[in-house]
């Protein structure tokens, strides 16, 4: 088939495309891990066994010099286990989300009013792989079953998939609300923020990236359908748009992407020096100078992870420290953790700022009128601690503006909501 060869996209094959983070990956790049051989009299040795794998011997590398998370936590699943798992339900979707036309994706990549009639034609038109999708994201324990030993080159055949799949529901949902059946449009809004828990749970950067990608489809969906219909109200939502801990899976996620990086085992000459995680006949070595970067960079990834617990740690200045130019080897880009952190920012103020806007629509369709923010409750914007303002429009008693105090992105810019 046509598209196969685009179904199993590398960890590596994004950090290449790092402008295109977001975007599906598509590249066909295979980038095969050398090992060179070195003397044993050139390095010092930390051995567990001669069979260790360069992967499990940077996870050992990781845990002993102090991984801020338990090393059991570096796994590709979320959930209970007691339960279906989803993964096997969305392998079965894989070629039939990935068959989607140049002219389809440009339809759901769009949710103006614009798109209206061809994004009604799309989603009757798959209304089979819609319902299979919501069986799939409504099942809640989700285990990929991936395998890091393959290091950067462990592939990823889902995140595109669940990306696409993400946008199907949402163009169903927007289609659902101006048909005025509300509650079908709720059930696929909250069957695609599943998606976004699914995608976190590959438990690497990019994973987690793709995970906010589809949680900011579904906000931009909810303004679509509620910014042009003051008797629209979502707020069934706000509990589940709570529930994702997008901090905390970035924390694990740069864990996960530290011990690859590590596990891939490039090296750097200068004179003397070799630095060297894995030898050809299999044992582990480290020789002191790598040692002590390894720990530099591991200080500071773990003061990282602490401050990005705390409130406010964006207007601190606060961001993931860059892995040494010495770990990564010429076929792979520094993976860009700067650019993730700022989408992190940018989806969780996003995401404050919906939850205001639909408390505020709820209110005003309880009341008759809109509400005063004390009446609410006061929301705080998570990067500079003051509250997140909402005003109204002159053109509608109705009418709203919500409007954040912190300003995130490139440039920097307020993230603001106007809902007639």
């Excluded at 950067?152 to 048909?179: F, H, K």
């Excluded at 109200?233 to 690859?260: C, E, G, H, Y």
């Excluded at 003061?303 to 010495?326: D, E, F, K, N, W």
């Excluded at 990067?383 to 109204?392: N, P, V």
């Amino acid at each position: 088939m046509k598209g196969e060869q685009h179904m199993k996209p590398k960890i590596s094959q994004f950090w290449i495309a790092a402008v295109a983070l977001i975007a599906i990956a598509c590249l066909n790049v295979s980038c095969k891990k050398k090992y060179p051989t070195a003397a044993a009299s050139t390095i010092s040795t930390s051995q567990e066994s001669d069979s260790e794998s360069a992967f499990s011997g940077a996870l050992r590398l990781w845990r002993e010099t102090g991984g801020v998370l338990n090393v059991d936590e570096l796994t590709t699943s979320i959930g209970s286990a007691d339960s279906q798992n989803a993964a096997p339900l969305h392998e079965a979707l894989f070629a039939t989300i990935y068959s989607l036309t140049d002219q389809e994706k440009r339809v759901l990549a769009n949710s103006s009013i614009t798109q209206h009639d061809a994004r009604v034609a799309l989603t009757q038109s798959r209304q089979a792989e819609i319902v299979q999708i919501k069986q799939a994201a409504r099942t809640s324990y989700c285990n990929w079953n991936t395998s890091f030993e393959d290091g950067l080159n462990a592939e990823l055949p889902y995140l595109g998939y669940l990306r696409w799949s993400a946008r199907l529901l949402c163009a169903d949902a927007i289609v659902q609300a101006n048909a005025g059946n509300l509650d079908e449009a709720i059930e696929g809004l909250e069957c695609a923020l599943h998606l976004s828990r699914h995608a976190s749970a590959g438990n690497v950067v990019i994973s987690m990236v793709v995970g906010l990608a589809i949680e900011a489809d579904t906000l931009n969906a909810i303004d679509a359908i509620c910014k042009d219909a003051p008797s629209r109200s979502l707020i069934q939502l706000v509990p589940l748009l709570r529930k994702n801990d997008l901090r905390r899976n970035f924390a694990k996620a740069l864990q996960t992407d530290t011990v690859l990086h590590l596990a891939e085992g490039r090296y750097v000459q200068a004179g003397s020096r070799t630095a060297i995680i894995e030898s050809t006949d299999g044992k582990t070595f480290i020789d002191a100078t790598f040692a002590t970067e390894i720990t530099r960079y591991l200080t500071a990834s773990r003061v990282y992870i602490q401050q990005l617990q705390q409130p406010h740690y964006l207007q601190r200045g606060t961001h993931p420290p860059a892995i040494p130019s010495a770990w990564l080897g010429s076929a792979f880009s520094q993976p860009d953790f700067y650019s993730a952190n700022q989408s992190v920012a940018r989806t969780e103020l996003r995401r404050s700022v919906t939850i205001l806007a639909l408390q505020i629509r709820e209110a005003s369709l309880r009341k008759g009128n809109l509400p005063n923010l004390d009446q609410l409750g006061p929301m705080v914007d998570p990067y500079d601690g003051k509250l997140i303002t909402f005003t109204r429009t002159s053109s509608d008693v109705a009418g709203f503006r919500v409007t954040s105090s912190a300003r995130v992105g490139e440039p920097p810019a307020r993230v603001q909501l106007v809902w007639k």
